[in-house]
């Protein structure tokens, strides 16, 4: 049997563990995957940056596109269908990477957070996800997602109520037609509608908010904060825009090494099925667990320290802040390699925060656990 080619962006995890028993693996970078690379390809592994269309597969061999993601906005998911090409992409992935994202965000900019009413726009799997983890901490939540069965949730309400919030965390997907496109779904009306002290966060896709009324809305001193994780456009994002955001991170919300590799797992699977075949390499990871030790004043203040503890947004801001000082002229490569080179990040559940000594130690091993701490 002749020997599958597969294609696979380089930023990929586990690659050659998973996906090179398979055939010959060849690692290009997402952004520069081009139709003469993938010409004699059988399979394209790929993540959001690649565009996956007729212009990148017409003329090729590639009867499998497996998306690393958990979106298929990349995906011209018609042309694929019409051309009897096989896709997959792994919805829920780094669901949970992107929750304990905002939960760094708001331990960073809203250290009172468990007071807070959080709106959420999306509620597919991040919104859903972070929904459950604001619930079980006694959280007030409000959502907004007119995609979706307005019965599935009881918090379901207008986009005008979820803007009113103290917090808004937005995990859209991108999407220009039907009765509610999201692209741009955030502009000059909507910003307005934001309460003085509010906390506007996108971990979802960069062109939801209409990120050049987006600047306009905050030279005006507004006194609202924003968290960007992801930009309109990327990698060249407007660097004007950059000393407005309170936190300011390179599209790294789901970059956990176990939502990554939570992604590459799931396509290999996909990608055995559609040839009939078994698994030739083991997926398994095996977990470290670190205890931490808090010692804090209240609950609120243990809970910050422990998330931050465990991820501080702030690394992510300050070290994307430095690439745009230094080559502002060559920021895109630097937004890319950023992501390429992003430091092993452990989600929650690796560790166990020690609780020992607390006066409320109940409550606390009770709101870690919500958290996802191994408690």
């Known amino acids: 049997m002749q020997k599958l080619t597969i294609v696979a962006d380089e930023n990929i995890p586990m690659a050659e563990t998973l996906f090179a028993p398979h055939g010959n693996l060849i690692r290009l970078p997402g952004r520069d995957i081009s139709a003469a690379d993938i010409k004699n390809a059988d399979a394209l592994i790929v993540r959001s940056v690649t565009k996956v269309d007729k212009n990148l597969l017409s003329g090729s061999?590639?009867?499998?596109?497996?998306?690393?993601?958990?979106?298929?906005?990349?995906?011209?998911?018609?042309?694929?269908?019409?051309?009897?090409?096989?896709?997959?992409?792994?919805?829920?992935?780094?669901?949970?990477?992107?929750?304990?994202?905002?939960?760094?965000?708001?331990?960073?900019?809203?250290?009172?957070?468990?007071?807070?009413?959080?709106?959420?726009?999306?509620?597919?799997?991040?919104?859903?996800?972070?929904?459950?983890?604001?619930?079980?901490?006694g959280i007030e939540v409000l959502a907004y997602d007119p995609l979706i069965n307005q019965d599935r949730y009881p918090i379901m309400t207008s986009l005008e109520a979820v803007l009113n919030c103290d917090v808004i965390s937005m995990h859209a997907p991108i999407t220009q037609a039907g009765?509610?496109?999201?692209?741009?779904?955030?502009?000059?009306?909507?910003?307005?509608?934001?309460?003085?002290?509010?906390?506007?966060?996108?971990?979802?896709?960069?062109?939801?908010?209409?990120?050049?009324?987006?600047?306009?809305?905050?030279?005006q001193g507004p006194g609202v904060d924003v968290a960007l994780d992801v930009w309109e456009p990327e990698p060249a994002i407007d660097l004007q825009l950059l000393p407005y955001i309170?936190?300011?991170?390179?599209?790294?919300?789901?970059?956990?090494?176990?939502?990554?590799?939570?992604?590459?797992?799931m396509i290999v699977k996909s990608f055995c099925r559609y040839l009939q075949q078994p698994l030739l390499a083991p997926v398994a990871v095996a977990a470290e667990l670190e205890e931490i030790i808090v010692v804090a004043d209240n609950p609120q203040e243990f809970l910050n320290q422990a998330i931050l503890n465990s991820y501080n947004v702030l690394n992510d801001d300050l070290r994307l802040r430095k690439e745009a000082e230094k080559n502002p002229q060559q920021f895109p490569l630097a937004f890319d390699a950023m992501r390429k080179n992003y430091p092993k990040r452990l989600e929650f559940f690796h560790r166990k925060i020690n609780t020992d000594g607390q006066d409320?130690?109940?409550?606390?091993?009770?709101?870690?656990?919500?958290?996802?701490?191994?408690?």
């Not at 955030?186 to 307005?192: A, F, K, S």
């Not at 309170?246 to 797992?265: F, Q």
């Open 360 to 375: 409320e130690k109940k409550l606390l091993d009770q709101n870690l656990a919500a958290l996802g701490y191994a408690q």
């Open 179 to 219: 009765d509610y496109p999201s692209y741009h779904m955030i502009g000059t009306e909507q910003l307005q509608r934001l309460r003085t002290g509010a906390l506007l966060i996108n971990a979802g896709r960069g062109s939801c908010i209409d990120n050049k009324e987006l600047l306009e809305y905050l030279k």
């Open 61 to 137: 061999t590639v009867k499998f596109v497996g998306s690393c993601t958990i979106g298929v906005d990349h995906l011209d998911v018609e042309y694929l269908q019409q051309q009897k090409i096989a896709y997959v992409s792994a919805p829920g992935c780094n669901a949970n990477s992107v929750v304990e994202y905002v939960f760094s965000v708001l331990a960073r900019l809203r250290p009172q957070w468990l007071g807070a009413k959080v709106g959420i726009i999306g509620m597919g799997n991040v919104g859903s996800a972070l929904y459950r983890r604001l619930h079980k901490l």
């Open 246 to 265: 309170a936190l300011a991170t390179p599209h790294i919300a789901g970059y956990s090494h176990d939502g990554r590799v939570n992604g590459s797992t």
